[in-house]
């Protein structure tokens, strides 16, 4: 079965100073947005490139997430270091989720140029990162999903169905034109 | 005279198992679009970050291309590898391409961030990453070729001229002035 | 007191060859947007990699300064090196701030996207990159800077207030909800 991961990276609710909402608020909208069935894995972990750079090693590599979704520390704050540890263990960036997250978010809040997330691949997993707040997350989850289930079918990692009626998702007519030929669309990906 | 390069990048083209439609396409766009003399040059090479990386340099350092296209290989998947070869062999990338090349396919499909295209400077030649797909070309080169013909005159490449009704470039009248008085213009670049 | 320093980077301006319209026309646009008192620092460097750089740390290091900006020196052309001497010397970079001053810049002028500006931080310093061109500047600053008094609170750096006639800036809520509460607001940063 398809799963998913959310990482919450908070020094505070790692420590239980502070109650986790990124978390919670992405589960929810995943629930919302997702038809087919998946499994749902939740982990918290402090700030900091090590920490984080693990957890995001330990869920794509023994726990084979199709998708991990972090939540904080990717404003411009010294114990922000999401983005740092992403392009540690990623093989390939795909910057424009991070440029359609920021240029959503900027419809909102000016500030949202602070925001330093960005999305990557590793073996079979997608990562992408999220604000830290439920209001940023809705609206960032929004811009990117409808790519991700074609995202996935790329990178050979397992399928997603979206409920229209909350998040239209996109597949390109070719890549199953290929699939009946039975030849592989990684030549086409992107465009 | 001015000379610009196709690089077509697809494992299966290159076999033969596939007609390139990208390359076609490309120069299809050039031919209308550019209304001053040049010369066109096409070549066909498997993803790789080795296989590009070393194609690219021969059409810049060996072939003097004043600008190189590339179709093919931005997207997710294992085998797309073409922004990882662009990187290291540039001196400078030009985020700005990406990111409207991204922006303007963001009208048409929402899988348009799936692409990790970019631009960059190797010398005296200017290269860019096209998608694979002919109509994604088609609005990409809309979205960037207008800032080109300036871009190859700050390099020190070769003169275009376009033909406005197909592609209006434009040219920023302070570096007329300089060239007038002899003295480069490279402090005033990007505006 | 905060210390806002704006460096010019330019061959010919460093020579004396040519009048910097830059550096003054930065400085106009602080002493208008900005409402809180500031003091304001001005430097002339040459084009290059260890001049810009070297220029940028001791900005940082010796003079504590809270904002710098920078002006000239981040197109394609062959001595425009501002932004690779920018990524040696900052810890984090903010991609944000580029991607919003080139989108404003491109509803003037196409060629907007060959501007390599971004910004990052080093230490308690946010440090941004502007053109070299008065107008170019006025188009980046009335972009980006809604978000800088914010920014430079979340890194620990002086505190700026705006005219809201010039430039509204932003601080979201709850910001000031931690600050009451004492606790670091460092995992909201960005969203």
Known sequence: MTLVAILTVSDRASRGDYEDLGGPATESWLRAAIASPFECLRRTVSDGVESVGDALVALCDRDNADLVLTTGGT??????????AMRKIVTKELPGFGELMRQASLAKV???ILSR?????????LVINLPGKPSAIDVCLHAVFPAVPYCLDLIGAGRIETDPAVCPSFRPAFLDVHRFSASKASSHAGG
Chains 1, 2, 3 share one sequence.
């Open 117 to 125: 997330q960005t999305a990557g691949i590793r073996g079979r997993t």
């Open 110 to 112: 000016p500030t949202a």
């Open 75 to 84: 404003g411009p704050s010294p114990r922000d270091l999401t983005p740092e």
